[in-house]
């Protein structure tokens, strides 16, 4: 089984600041890691992944993500921020092989202040 | 592309009640999975069909059900409805081959 941690409930921002979301993850087996965002009233929508190869990640909005293996870590930066930002953000798992079941942390409340 | 589309969007039921929510996946995608998303947490996974059959299935009870037709499209019924159902229930969908999950908006279900 799969487990995700993120440290952080909320993380306030001021606008062009640059920010991390911080996600750690727990398996025993290979997984592939997801980082999706989530506005207000609405569902989840992708903004990068990680499956193999080069462990700097990047996505939409001006999101990139670092896999780091020996830290079993998955976190999310941006290096300016805009209001438009302000979210839910949710860090998740999937085990190699078993793409459908996604294991999600319990999401990061970035709000930007302008 | 219409993408992952959910109905209704929201719900109010009480107690006791049995609810049914609908979703048809993005197009091309045979494979349909069900999150319940409670207030202030992350999606947690019901279970996923594929072929019209369940092929996984997370920690949820058997009040939690589902039921996949021909054309992909997918059901999810709770019976017994208990207050603790109250959530924002999350249809996505995935190429069977695929690594990436497409979400719909969610239905709203409030059990009073």
């Known amino acids: 089984a799969q487990s995700v941690t993120q440290l952080d409930s909320q993380v306030p921002v001021f606008e062009e600041a640059p920010v991390e979301l911080r996600c750690n993850y727990s398996?025993?087996?290979?997984?592939?890691l997801f980082w999706y965002v989530q506005y207000p009233n609405q569902g989840l929508q992708l903004l990068l992944k990680?499956?193999?190869?080069?462990?700097l990640v990047k996505g939409i909005n001006g999101f990139e993500a670092e896999f780091n293996k020996s830290q079993t870590s998955f976190h999310l930066r941006k290096p300016s921020v805009h209001i438009s930002d302000t979210a839910e953000y949710f860090c998740a798992v999937s085990e190699v092989g078993v793409n459908e079941k996604l294991t999600f942390g319990t999401g990061t409340r970035l709000t930007i202040i302008p | 592309d219409a993408g992952v589309t959910q109905s209704p969007t929201h719900l109010i039921k009480t107690r006791g009640q049995q609810v049914t929510l609908r979703c048809s996946p993005k197009s091309g995608h045979d494979t349909v999975c069900w999150y319940q998303q409670a207030l202030g947490q992350g999606p947690q996974f019901i279970f996923q069909?594929?072929?019209?059959?369940?092929?996984q299935r997370g920690n949820f009870p058997d009040r939690f059900s589902g039921h996949q037709f021909p054309n992909y499209s997918s059901e999810l019924n709770v019976n017994a409805l208990l207050l603790g159902d109250s959530a924002l229930y999350l249809c996505?969908?995935?190429?069977?081959?695929?690594?990436?999950?497409?979400f719909g908006p969610g239905t709203r279900l409030t059990v009073l």
């Open positions: 398996s025993s087996v290979s997984v592939y």
């Open positions: 996505a969908s995935i190429q069977r081959d695929g690594n990436e999950q497409f």
């Open positions: 990680y499956l193999s190869g080069s462990t």
């Open positions: 069909y594929y072929e019209e059959e369940e092929r």
